[in-house]
């Protein structure tokens, strides 16, 4: 009940709509009640029937253009109301739904990763849909009908009782077996319904799934194995569909039987009724046109029923979300963060993601402005853990992070997060223009900063090279980019935004050594004048950085420059010897081989291995 009374709020919002559509059916029920007395009346004028059973003709043809007239438009007026109520309960159904709809999405935008980590896409995706729609059908169906329904079944009792009480109990005989199955349908219809959203969401989730890795799916030739997994699922949402649908059919033809039943007593007993003279033939068909106006509540009632079993359902899912609460949340006096120098500092922080081992333990790390510190260590060693924590996609558990010395948790987020810059591992672009792309997240953000951020990250000179320039297409998810000019996309999306402190997630993992070349330019001219934390694996990058800090089981093992780790001979020796250094041979081996296209830089050979063709694209 909690849950309807919260949707009946959000409707209340539009309440010259709702009151326009209460007023319209109670003009509607009223001028539908009079059409059975008009014809009743009728009915009275044009047969008259005395107790020797002789019928006559009792009324002339005009009164019967008159009456014909009255009906006539007796029924025009009720069909402009129908319409005027169906207008109102229509579009205010679609604008609870809007306003939920984006109230959710809004909710999902704001919502920290930890929520999000641990709910499926596919759900998220059903809840915005079906259950929003189910939502909507209530405000239509419940909330608008079921008081249309419940007025007009007193209405008619009240007549029906006036006319002839004791039709009426017989009218009424059935009734208390109509309440009892309809309390039990619905308390049934609600539980199933619930089974019902939770398979569709299991159903969206594969879907989703599928798609997204529709070239893994390809790859492992597993086209039937996902054909049956979705098929399963499928069938086991058909059975809970068919299950709801037949209980809701079977509860709408008892109703109609129990009021067909009740029709048949009527006619038997108001039969009598006129043939002894205490009712006229008008008076019955008065009383059996007001009964057959009853067949509407009845058959409504099942719909209605089941559109409250849905809400109730699908409003309880929705609350969860839009009640969530955000483990990463601003201050109620949270301040708008000016632009910093980029002073870093992790002031002993540790971070566990929920239900799972401590990620980092009591990390201490200092970034001067300029600094660019790389991050090495183990998968699992806490790498990521610290580009999630710097812009609070995550919030730590003790300590604090800190630039210019003052805590991150002060400010908003907005105004944090255009302060730090992330060119992501995964790069995701949206469905949209390469101009739009890289300006995305900078509002006012033209075409001249676009190229000169395009231009800065190496990528200005392909986009030219395309058909449309900076208005080429780019797929979903970036499919029409490679992998590197999805990465240099990516850069020059951070440098729109002018970010003070910079991440840059193992940017070049997964690239050639080409295609590392062309990044590993761009990021250089990028991290001018930026605090810089490199999450990286190539030796090159982690060279040339101002200070190493290598993580073990999300404590710092070692940290200093790269000649002061190798002379330690530590743990990041290990991983030098072990990871590194064979990359830095295979270069100096490719560098020596004609064929290879790598030719060695500076006098004697003595430079760094360099790429013929570094300034081309991959």
């Not at 002789?54 to 029924?75: D, E």
């Not at 566990?352 to 990620?359: F, I, K, L, Q, S």
């Amino acid at each position: 009940m909690v849950i309807l009374i919260r949707i009946t709020k959000i409707a209340w919002q539009f309440r010259a709509r709702l009151i326009f559509a209460y007023l319209s059916f109670i003009a509607a029920i009223g001028v539908s009640l009079l059409i059975p007395h008009i014809f009743g009346e009728a009915i009275d004028l044009l047969v008259a029937v005395d107790g020797d059973g002789v019928v006559g003709k009792a009324v002339s043809t005009s009164t019967l253009a008159y009456l014909a007239l009255a009906l006539l438009g007796a029924s025009l007026l009720r069909g402009f109301l129908d319409f005027a109520r169906t207008y109102c309960t229509d579009s205010l159904s679609q604008k609870v739904s809007y306003d939920i709809r984006n109230k959710f999405y809004d909710k999902l935008q704001h919502l920290s990763f930890a929520y999000h980590d641990k709910e499926h896409t596919g759900e998220l995706m059903s809840k915005a849909t079906a259950d929003v729609e189910a939502i909507r059908r209530f405000v239509n169906m419940g909330l608008v009908r079921a008081l249309e329904v419940v007025v007009r079944l007193v209405a008619l009792l009240l007549i029906l009782n006036l006319m002839n009480w004791q039709l009426t109990l017989i009218s009424l005989a059935f009734v208390p077996f109509i309440i009892i199955r309809s309390s039990l349908v619905m308390g049934r219809l609600r539980r199933m319904w619930l089974q019902v959203q939770l398979r569709m969401g299991e159903a969206v989730t594969i879907l989703q799934e599928n798609l997204v890795g529709i070239h893994v799916v390809k790859a492992f030739a597993s086209e039937e194995f996902e054909k049956k997994k979705f098929a399963k699922k499928a069938q086991e949402l058909r059975e809970e569909y068919f299950q709801s649908e037949r209980l809701q059919g079977t509860n709408s033809a008892w109703m109609t039987f129990f009021f067909t039943s009740g029709l048949g007593l009527i006619l038997w007993y108001g039969g009598w009724e006129v043939i002894r003279g205490n009712m006229s033939p008008g008076d019955l068909t008065k009383f059996i046109l007001y009964l057959s106006q009853l067949t509407f509540p009845i058959r409504m009632s099942s719909f209605i029923i089941n559109s409250f079993s849905r809400a109730i359902t699908s409003g309880g899912r929705i609350f969860d979300v839009l009640d969530a609460e955000s483990p990463v949340v601003e201050k109620p006096n949270a301040r708008v963060f000016e632009r910093p120098q980029g002073r870093v500092e992790f002031e002993n922080v540790s971070f566990a993601y929920e239900g799972r081992m401590p990620a980092l333990q009591h990390l201490n790390i200092s970034a001067e402005p300029g600094q660019i510190t790389a991050i090495l260590g183990a998968p699992g060693s806490g790498k990521s853990t610290i580009v999630n924590l710097l812009p609070r996609f995550y919030d730590v558990n003790e300590g604090r992070i800190t630039i210019d010395g003052q805590d991150i948790r002060e400010f908003t987020l907005e105004s944090l997060r255009h302060n730090v810059g992330i060119v992501q591992q995964d790069v995701f672009l949206f469905g949209a223009t390469i101009h739009d792309n890289i300006a995305y997240g900078v509002k006012d953000a033209t075409r001249e900063d676009v190229i000169r951020a395009a231009t800065v990250a190496q990528l200005h000179d392909h986009i030219e090279s395309l058909p449309d320039g900076y208005d080429t297409w780019v797929g979903e998810r970036g499919a029409t980019l490679s992998g590197g000019q999805r990465q240099r996309l990516s850069i020059a999306r951070s440098i729109l935004i002018d970010p003070p402190v910079l991440i840059l997630d193992d940017s070049t993992s997964s690239v050639d050594v080409q295609t590392e070349r062309m990044i590993h330019r761009a990021m250089v001219n990028v991290m001018k004048d930026r605090t810089t934390f490199v999450i990286a694996h190539r030796l090159s990058t982690v060279r040339e950085a101002d200070l190493i800090v290598v993580l073990k089981d999300g404590q710092i093992a070692e940290q200093g420059t790269h000649e002061e780790l190798l002379a330690a001979n530590g743990f990041y020796r290990d991983i030098h010897d072990l990871q590194l250094l064979p990359q830095e041979e295979l270069l100096l081996d490719a560098s020596l081989t004609p064929e290879s296209g790598i030719q060695a830089d500076g006098a004697g050979g003595g430079g760094r291995p360099r790429l013929a063709s570094e300034l081309g694209d991959d």
